[in-house]
T-cell receptor, first 113, second 111 residues
Framework: DTEVTQTPKHLVMGMTNKKSLKCEQH?????MYWYKQKAKKPPELMFV???????INESVPSRFSPECPNSSLLNLHLHALQPEDSALYLC????????????FGSGTQLSVL | GENVEQHPSTLSVQEGDSAVIKCTYS??????FPWYKQELGKRPQLIID?????GEKKDQRIAVTLNKTAKHFSLHITETQPEDSAVYFC??????????FGSGTKLNVKP
């Protein structure tokens, strides 16, 4: 299994809603990532979990809250988002800290109204 | 931190021609350089990568070269096909899980 699976594929939410994005991988990777990608731009790193511990937080606003329940799962909890948060949210995983290959999920296209 | 610059931002070639995309990086500690292809509405997919102890790597029509002294690396696609049309991103990283991406190159292969 070489897949990183993300759900949902599309999400529309209001600014007062609470929602969660989910990500799962079964490649035995110990590093998992959340990226945000705006149209025609490169992915921007948000968070990195390494061995289930948050190792990098790129000064992301607190309305985004990551969670890593176990080594295969990664969630991103969303609350009180702004319209400018509309983007493609990509989950990714890699082997470990040794600059391993980064594999992306298919993403969640988020629209905030 | 690392700074990765990518050129050109757009590239149009005729089917069958070669395409070259170039990236430069600033941090000499970077030691892994992947290339991703992203089709419209899809995920970035790893197409080839190179580590700092290697100067060149080839996989069928795709090759990557690395010049550590000059801190630049390039993607070469030969015999381009319409299905090669996509946005290509280069990236650089050291051992600490931070991948720095270039700004992307939109490749258009005209039939």
């Amino acid at each position: 299994d070489t897949e990183v699976t993300q759900t949902p594929k599309h999400l529309v939410m209001g600014m007062t809603n609470k929602k969660s994005l989910k990500c799962e991988q079964h490649m035995g990777h110990r590093a998992m990532y959340w990226y945000k990608q705006k149209a025609k731009k490169p992915p921007e790193l948000m968070f990195v979990y390494s061995y289930e511990k948050l190792s990098i937080n790129e000064s992301v606003p607190s309305r985004f809250s990551p969670e890593c329940p176990n080594s295969s799962l990664l969630n991103l909890h969303l609350h009180a988002l702004q319209p400018e948060d509309s983007a493609l949210y990509l989950c990714a995983s890699s082997q470990d800290n040794q600059a391993g290959k980064l594999f992306f999920g298919s993403g969640t296209q988020l629209s905030v109204l | 931190g690392e700074n990765v610059e990518q050129h050109p931002s757009t590239l149009s070639v005729q089917e069958g021609d070669s395409a070259v995309i170039k990236c430069t990086y600033s941090d000499s500690a970077s030691n892994y350089f992947p290339w991703y292809k992203q089709e419209l509405g899809k995920r970035p997919q790893l197409i080839i990568d190179i580590r700092s102890n290697v100067g060149e790597k080839k996989d069928q029509r795709i090759a990557v070269t690395l010049n550590k002294t000059a801190k630049h690396f390039s993607l070469h696609i030969t015999e381009t096909q319409p299905e090669d049309s996509a946005v290509y991103f280069c990236a650089a990283t050291d051992n600490f899980n931070k991948f720095y991406f270039g700004s992307g190159t939109k490749l258009n292969v005209k039939p």
